[in-house]
């Protein structure tokens, strides 16, 4: 009897081990462009293992532009996306099955950026300047709703597309008379100055009228409906880095160099990862978020986010905020 179950509890075991081994899901994470300090959270998720021991094999790859991150959550491509909550709202309009199961960056951080020797010392001298951006980049959606608070119109500015990897380097070296870019003050600032360049003049999209929801994680309705489990372990996982991320910066920005090397993992690309990963954090919450609960879609800022859309971005719905987020998936 005691020889059988020397081979029974071996054998058990080993079938115990395999179930847990097929119990870990592949997941695909697409970002919004490639690793800069704001994902400095998902890369401390992966580090301390949170996303694995959720049962979750995250693969976390690059993207081109928000909207872009989002459509391939929406065609199956990917299984979440950090994105612009607005870029994802404009295509879950046009009949994206697309979900904001949570909010990281609560408050936006968009801005016009410029250069500090063009002479444009407020946003009306802009009228005649070339403006660089990327397409698809979340930042372009309330563009002109900003320009139309300031008293201007889309073809008073040149707004011309360059590829992401360039936009720095052409704002650098004022590509084709342009004196500035659109981008986030969460990065690009940081990366500027990294490069050589001195502080930007800023134009915060929030000082024309424009508060919106900032980033969020975007899902399928399929997966929200087929595999709900899967979506809370991850939305689970994610808020628990980012608060450990709240607690201890510099150990997300080390996860992230460990995951980038390169540049990234020198000492002055750490410092940008911090510089960038510190604006994120500082918009964690927003001000409606009293309770201060990470992750949380606002309902007064979505349904803010939404008329904003409506009434100066030509969005077409007749759906209600609610119906492009949940927080039924918060830890």
């Known amino acids: 009897m005691k020889s059988i179950c020397k081979l029974i509890v071996p054998t058990l075991l080993l079938a115990l081990a395999s179930g847990a081994a097929r119990a870990s899901e ?144 052409s704002y650098l070296q004022g590509t084709g008379g342009a004196v500035g870019i659109l981008g986030g003050i969460d990065d690009k600032p940081a990366e500027i100055k990294a490069n050589g360049g001195d502080d930007p003049v800023i134009f915060p999209y929030s000082d024309f009228g424009v508060n919106q929801v900032g980033y969020c994680l975007s899902a399928h309705k399929d997966t929200l409906a087929e595999n709900p489990g899967l979506v809370k372990k991850f939305v689970g996982a994610t808020v628990k880095a980012y608060r450990d991320a709240e607690r201890n910066p510099d150990a997300a920005v080390d996860a992230i160099a460990d995951i980038v090397g390169g540049t990234m993992a020198e000492e002055q690309g750490k410092q940008q990862a911090r510089s960038v990963l510190d604006v994120t954090l500082s918009v964690l919450y927003s001000a409606a978020n009293e309770q201060r609960v990470l992750g949380m879609n606002i309902p007064s800022d979505w349904d803010s986010m939404l008329k904003l859309m409506k009434d100066f971005n030509d969005l077409e719905t007749d759906q209600p905020a609610s119906a492009f987020y949940t927080n039924d998936f918060l830890p």
């Open 26 to 169: 592949d997941v695909r994470l697409r970002l919004n462009w490639m690793y800069y300090g704001s994902h400095a959270g998902f890369a401390l998720g992966k580090d301390r293992d949170y996303y694995k021991d959720a049962g979750i094999n995250l693969d976390i790859r690059s993207g081109n532009g928000s909207s872009s991150a989002h459509r391939l959550v929406a065609n199956g491509d990917s299984d979440f996306a950090y994105g612009s909550c607005a870029a994802m709202t404009t295509l879950a309009a046009q009949g994206a099955p697309l979900v904001s199961v949570g909010v990281i960056d609560a408050s936006g951080t968009e801005a016009v950026i410029v250069r500090p020797d063009a002479g444009v010392r407020n946003i009306a001298d802009l009228k005649g300047k070339k403006l660089l951006t990327t397409a698809n980049a979340g930042v372009n959606t309330f563009f002109p709703l900003v320009l139309k608070n300031a008293g201007l119109k889309m073809s008073d500015i040149n707004l011309t597309n360059v590829p992401d990897g360039a936009l720095v380097s």
